[in-house]
């Protein structure tokens, strides 16, 4: 065991103190729901949402502190995902209108409030998904996926690769007979856009790409495809991270959930440079209030185009949803990936699993 790696972690754990102040202070007790910022819940303006909730328990599972949640809580928080499901679509939404037409985020909330029904021994109250509702045209045919994967722009490869990414929902919702030839056109049509030379798809900066090329790894394990070209991803992620500043905290968590899927060995002396640039990036996110925020300079108000680049569109850019109001402040958006970087650097590095230590007061939402 690497006593350099060892300290360089035990530094990066010194950023986290506070944090679980924070997180529990973004705590609802009438719904049962977790708020995205502190200027989510005093401004009156917001509502607990479903992502900032599922991340929320993503960070307690994670440092498994789930069962400090009594009955009370637990029940709260069934109730409070199975009242965001539509009946009609079997879908989970939020309460703003503009969420239902970001397909993305209609996905990932749906992902989130079926897995945190799951941590609880819950399910949903509807069927997911009724297909007649909410299966896409696209999904009418091969040939009709192929096309649809053409229409999505990789202007942005960020948000293109993680539009795409999500017809796997419905892939999987097909019997193995019928998905086969879905996969082959999904896989096929990935594998002519793959850049030879970077191992990455599509446009933008290089953490753009890098974060794009995350979606897509993420696909291909889903189905157990494997990627091409993994040390020339490999050899992207060391040149982005060694001469780019990191800006967002997804440019910290991607690279580094990237290379945790991509199950390489790394270099004792890599990996140490890889686990110090991190956590110095790390350290530039880290807020007064005690947790961590998206963006250089704030947390993003909508986060679900805090990828761009101020003043930048692309086709199919979504509208804006916002979450909090955009002040120098801790998100929960950025907060959850600072956990998980925090424990994938332990697991990359060789560290045995060692959980943050939490004030046994804390957590325990005994107010309720």
Not at 118 to 127: R, V
Not at 160 to 184: I, N, W
Not at 253 to 274: A, C, G, V, W
Request: overall charge negative.
């Amino acid at each position: 065991m690497n006593k350099q790696l060892m300290d360089i972690q035990q530094d990066g754990d010194s950023l986290f103190n506070e944090f679980f102040e924070w997180l529990e202070g973004q705590y609802d007790t009438a719904s049962g729901g977790f708020y995205y910022a502190q200027s989510s819940k005093r401004s009156g303006q917001f509502t607990p949402d479903i992502e900032s909730t599922g991340q929320a328990l993503n960070i307690l599972e994670r440092c498994r502190l789930l069962d400090r949640l009594n009955a009370s809580v637990r029940e709260k928080t069934i109730r409070y995902f199975q009242s965001k499901q539509d009946p009609m679509t079997g879908l989970f939404y939020d309460t703003d209108p503009n969420m239902r037409l970001d397909d993305v985020m209609v996905g990932r909330a749906t992902g989130y409030s079926i897995g945190a029904l799951g941590k609880f021994g819950a399910s949903p109250l509807y069927p997911f998904p009724k297909q007649s509702a909410a299966t896409p045209a696209y999904m009418e045919s091969p040939q009709t996926l192929e096309a649809w994967l053409r229409s999505i722009s990789l202007t942005n490869s960020w948000r293109g690769c993680d539009k795409l990414s999500h017809c796997a929902t419905y892939v999987l919702a097909l019997s193995m007979g019928e998905r086969a030839p879905y996969l082959a056109e999904l896989f096929a049509y990935l594998a002519d856009l793959q850049h030879p030379s970077t191992g990455l798809w599509g446009n933008g900066s290089r953490y753009v790409q890098i974060s794009g090329t995350f979606k897509l790894h993420l696909l291909y394990n889903r189905f157990g495809i494997p990627m091409q070209r993994v040390d020339h991803i490999y050899d992207s992620i060391l040149d982005v991270l060694r001469k780019e500043h990191a800006t967002d905290m997804c440019y910290i968590r991607n690279p580094i959930s990237l290379l945790s899927s991509m199950k390489i060995s790394i270099p004792l002396d890599e990996m140490t440079e890889i686990a110090e640039i991190t956590i110095a990036n790390m350290a530039k996110l880290k807020r007064e209030d005690g947790a961590f925020s998206r963006e250089i300079d704030r947390s993003p108000p909508a986060p679900n185009i805090a990828q761009v680049k101020k003043g930048e569109t692309y086709p199919d850019m979504p509208i804006p949803v916002p979450l909090g109001l955009g002040l120098v402040e801790s998100d929960m958006n950025a907060s959850t990936q600072a956990v998980l970087i925090r424990y994938t650097l332990r697991e990359l590095s060789g560290l045995p699993v060692q959980h943050l230590p939490v004030p046994q007061s804390l957590l325990s939402f005994s107010q309720i």
